[in-house]
């Protein structure tokens, strides 16, 4: 089975001659649809350099990146555009979300740009709010909800197209314990009944139990890859610790 996501050999250089800096080096894995990957590695490693570049926000100096045997960064204007918005979901850890719209209107915000009918928009808002346990706040605007339910609704905006690869940027990072566990839940729910394909970047060892693998980066390079399988998340949760403490990695103690 081909890799929805296939990257191979990415270096992403800085500057140029002496005062060049080299931010990721020989960086290669694939990620397959229906996967939850975490990506996780110390303050420095290149994560979000390696985020930003699956994101097609910036490209790599060698090496490719594939999606769906699509080469993404020889994309170029509205083809790229094309391509972000048919196959790539953003989750982001400060919500973006517009404070002149409803949540409904936020949530349908990439389904009125990409032209679907009304009467399918309200049923793919619909289900898409249940998912998350927003289906009472629909009429609400986001100052008048919490933390915690804008970042859900961050994440159902992000997934009502049902993009072939959604990416999550530190999604928990503003929120609290309880907010935090109720959007992993979600999200893992997502990749199990709808198999979703989900990469979450994080320093979070609580946030990075949840997925079902994860790919640690030290100093720019890949260091090592754990898979959940059969474990319990508690026991997952103690193994990515283990590596962290290993590659010096930040480390919360708290489950």
Request: glycine fraction near 8%; aromatic fraction near 8%; proline fraction near 3%.
């Amino acid at each position: 089975m081909e890799p929805l996501l296939k990257v191979e050999n990415i270096k992403k250089t800085y500057g140029k001659s002496s005062a060049a800096y080299t931010a990721l080096e020989n960086i290669s894995f694939d990620i397959h649809e229906g996967e939850f990957v975490g990506i996780m590695g110390p303050s420095g490693a290149g994560k979000s350099t390696l985020l930003n570049m699956l994101a097609t926000i910036d490209s790599p100096t060698e090496g490719k990146i594939f999606m769906n045997d699509t080469s993404i960064h020889d994309m170029k204007g509205a083809d790229l555009t094309d391509f972000r918005r048919d196959n790539l979901g953003f989750i982001f850890q400060d919500y973006n979300l517009l404070d002149s719209l409803t949540v409904k209107e936020n949530i349908l915000l990439p389904l009125a740009i990409a032209k679907i009918p009304a009467k399918e928009i309200t049923n793919l808002v619909n289900r898409i709010a249940k998912v998350f346990g927003i289906e009472g706040l629909l009429a609400k605007y986001p100052y008048q909800i919490s933390g915690g339910q804008k970042q859900r609704t961050a994440a159902a905006r992000a997934l009502v197209t049902e993009p072939a690869l959604i990416l999550a940027d530190e999604p928990t990072g503003a929120l609290d314990s309880k907010s935090a566990t109720g959007l992993l839940e979600s999200l893992s729910e997502l990749n199990e009944k709808n198999n979703s394909t989900i990469m979450l970047v994080t320093h979070d060892a609580y946030a990075a139990s949840f997925c079902r693998r994860i790919i640690f980066i030290k100093d720019g390079t890949l260091s090592t890859e754990i898979y959940r399988r059969g474990q319990s998340r508690k026991a997952f949760f103690q193994e990515i610790m283990d590596v962290l403490a290993a590659i010096g990695g930040e480390v919360d103690d708290v489950i």
